[in-house]
């Protein structure tokens, strides 16, 4: 039989993933919006919010999305393009080559996140 400190950490486990899943994809938001628009299709803030809630089961803030845009378009990485309704976005050439980037090095950025939840052997810590 589990002990009461076995259970809660069982119940508590959902809600620390979804925090930590939340909190992952708002760090790497950036990436996530640039990698989608390397697609080769514009799309609004109102599109990244949808495509944030259908492929990571998150809903996000138009806020959050907007500062997110508003940075890349500020740091020429995508290019916002109003019409008559709404405002869209495309990578630019820079953004196309931050993606290609963030993609050669991708094994590296999971290393990183490996190494960092890996457990410390002792002779490391010490050494």
Sequence with gaps: MPSKQDVMHIRSEPA???????????T???I???????NGNPMSG????????????LLMSSGTVYSFLYSLERNGLIKGQSTRRKKVYKLTARGEETVKTV?????????????????????????
């Design 103 to 127: 993609l050669n090095v991708q094994e590296k950025i999971q290393r990183i996140v490996t190494n960092m939840l890996a457990p410390q052997q002792l002779s490391e810590i010490s050494g």
């Design 32 to 38: 996530i919006i640039m990698k989608e628009l390397n």
């Design 16 to 26: 620390i993933l979804r925090k930590l899943r939340r909190r992952i994809i708002k």
């Design 46 to 57: 109102y599109d990244v919010i949808r495509f944030i809630h259908r492929k990571h089961n």
């Design 28 to 30: 790497f938001m950036d």
